[in-house]
């Protein structure tokens, strides 16, 4: 697609659709296994931005949470206790969004 413009402004704003509607899918996990494809779309959102080591510290905190939150789920297999990874879900899916509001604000300021 290419570029729209933004109607009402005294200077006409150009901004990249496909970015708006890569932010509007809304990244979420439920389990650890899906964060495989989640951290994919977030690389290649990534690699549009370029390098920035502070972008790619918070993706690989994620993943921390993610190995975390693998390791409660094999313990709730364990125990039977099903509530256990709610919060830390929770707390992923936090950071998710986070880190996808400043991939859209750094992919609309280059």
Not at 41 to 61: C, E
Not at 86 to 110: C, T
Request: hydrophobic share 45%; with cysteine.
């Amino acid at each position: 697609m290419s570029p729209k413009i933004a109607i009402g402004t005294s200077v006409p704003i150009f901004f990249d659709i496909n970015i708006i509607l890569c932010y509007n899918n809304n990244m979420k996990i439920q389990h650890a296994i899906d964060w495989n494809q989640v951290s994919i779309d977030l690389s290649s959102q990534m690699k549009d931005i370029g390098y920035n080591p502070d972008l790619v510290r918070m993706h690989l905190n994620i993943g921390k949470m993610v190995t975390e939150l693998s390791k409660l789920e094999v313990t709730m297999r364990r125990t039977g206790k099903y509530s256990m990874i709610d919060d830390k879900v929770i707390a992923i899916n936090k950071a998710i969004d986070h880190f996808e509001k400043l991939l859209l604000m750094a992919n609309l300021m280059k």
